[in-house]
């Protein structure tokens, strides 16, 4: 199982991000969601710390719009995933440069949409 970091992660339900850790979690992946809000979701404590460091980190889906991403940018690279996921309407040419030249694979797609057909 691959594990992820949900970047943007929320406790409302009505978010992609929410829906994504339950989504993610039913299909047996370890989920480490990052977030601005102290809360919880899907049983686990949201990281606020940009310090906190995630090891082994598989996937980087992205639930945080292309405006509020830089002051992310570092904490993203210094994760060191193998891959990062740009959701609909996250997508960063800038970040997207940045992880191609620290070697993570870029891609666009819906997290949602990949675990429902198998492909993530």
Not at 2 to 20: C, E, F, I, Q
Request: proline residues 5%.
């Amino acid at each position: 199982m691959k594990k992820t970091v949900v970047l943007g992660a929320s406790d409302n339900p009505s978010r992609y991000s929410y829906k994504a850790v339950q989504r993610l979690q039913q299909h047996g992946h370890e989920v480490v969601p990052v977030g601005i809000k102290n809360s919880k979701v899907g049983g686990l404590d949201i990281i606020t710390d940009k310090t906190q460091k995630v090891d082994n980190v598989d996937t980087l889906t992205l639930y945080v719009g292309p405006q509020n991403q830089p002051v992310w940018y570092d904490y993203i690279i210094s994760l060191r995933p193998k891959r990062i996921i740009f959701n609909p309407g996250t997508e960063n040419r800038e970040l997207e440069q940045m992880a191609e030249e620290n070697g993570i694979e870029t891609m666009h797609h819906c997290t949602l949409v990949m675990l429902a057909s198998s492909t993530y």
